[in-house]
C-alpha cells in the first residue's frame, strides 16, 4: 500500500457543529502532517507528529485538535469552525521527514 | 520578502514544447528541494526530490538546483496535454521540518 487516504472526501458543516477529518497510511511512515489549501494558494502546515507526538503547531486556532492515536493513524477534530475555516485539507506522510506524500485531500465548508 | 518566490503564471504551451519552471529562494539553510504537481481539486503528488545541488532526472521531468543562486528549475521535455497542473515547489531546512511552498506555476499544454 504506497498511498495516504482521507476520508471524507467532502465535509460541509455548521459552526455549531462537530466533526472529524481522518487520515491514514500504511507505509510506515512515522511522520504525519496536516496542511491547509485554500484556492489557488499553496499549502500551509498546521501540525506535525512525529512517531506519534505532536512535534509542530504552526499557532492554529484551538478549534482544530489533532490526535495520533497510532503509526497510521491521523485525524483533525474541528469545533466552532468559522466560515473563514473552509479549505481543502491535506494530510501527508513521510518516512524520514523529506519526502512527503500526501492524500487526496477533504474539502471542507463552513457555513 | 518571501522566503520562496514562484511567477504563478498561467504558462501556456503547446504540445511537445519544453517547459521551464523555476523558483527562487532567500534562505540558504534550505538543502530539500522538491516538485510536486497538483491537479484541480486534488492532492498534491510528488514528482521529484533533489538534495542540495546538481541535477536529477526522471523521464521526460529533469530538477535542477543551483545552491549558490538560490535557484531551482524542472524543466518537462515533449510536454503532454495530461502535464496541465499547477506545478508547485517546495523545500525545507532538515527533515521533519515544514515544508515551504513556492505558490505553484499554472501550466496548460494544448494539443
Known amino acids: 500500500d504506497t498511498e495516504v487516504t482521507q476520508t471524507p472526501k467532502h465535509l460541509v458543516m455548521g459552526m455549531t457543529n462537530k466533526k472529524s477529518l481522518k487520515c491514514e497510511q500504511h507505509?510506515?511512515?512515522?511522520?504525519m502532517y496536516w496542511y491547509k489549501q485554500k484556492a489557488k494558494k499553496p499549502p500551509e502546515l498546521m501540525f506535525v507528529?512525529?512517531?506519534?507526538?505532536?512535534?509542530i503547531n504552526e499557532s492554529v486556532p484551538s478549534r482544530f485538535s489533532p490526535e495520533c492515536p497510532n503509526s497510521s493513524l491521523l485525524n483533525l477534530h474541528l469545533h466552532a469552525l468559522q466560515p473563514e475555516d473552509s479549505a481543502l485539507y491535506l494530510c501527508?506522510?513521510?518516512?524520514?521527514?523529506?519526502?512527503?506524500?500526501f492524500g487526496p485531500g477533504t474539502r471542507l465548508t463552513v457555513l | 520578502q518571501k522566503e520562496v518566490e514562484q511567477d504563478p503564471g498561467p504558462l501556456s504551451v503547446p504540445e511537445g514544447a519544453i517547459v521551464s519552471l523555476n523558483c527562487t529562494y532567500s534562505?540558504?539553510?534550505?538543502?530539500?528541494f522538491m516538485w510536486y504537481r497538483q491537479y484541480s481539486r486534488k492532492g498534491p503528488e510528488l514528482l521529484m526530490y533533489t538534495y542540495s545541488s546538481g541535477n536529477k532526472e526522471d523521464g521526460r521531468f529533469t530538477a535542477q538546483v543551483d545552491k549558490s543562486s538560490k535557484y531551482i528549475s524542472l524543466f518537462i521535455r515533449d510536454s503532454q496535454p495530461s502535464d496541465s497542473a499547477t506545478y508547485l515547489c517546495?523545500?525545507?531546512?532538515?527533515?521533519?521540518?515544514?515544508?515551504?511552498f513556492g505558490k505553484g506555476t499554472t501550466l496548460s499544454v494544448s494539443s
Open positions: 534562505n540558504s539553510a534550505f538543502q530539500y
Open positions: 517546495a523545500m525545507s531546512r532538515q527533515a521533519g521540518t515544514a515544508l515551504i
Open positions: 501527508a506522510s513521510s518516512l524520514g521527514g523529506l519526502e512527503q506524500f
Open positions: 507528529y512525529s512517531y506519534e507526538k505532536l512535534s
Open positions: 507505509m510506515g511512515h512515522r511522520a
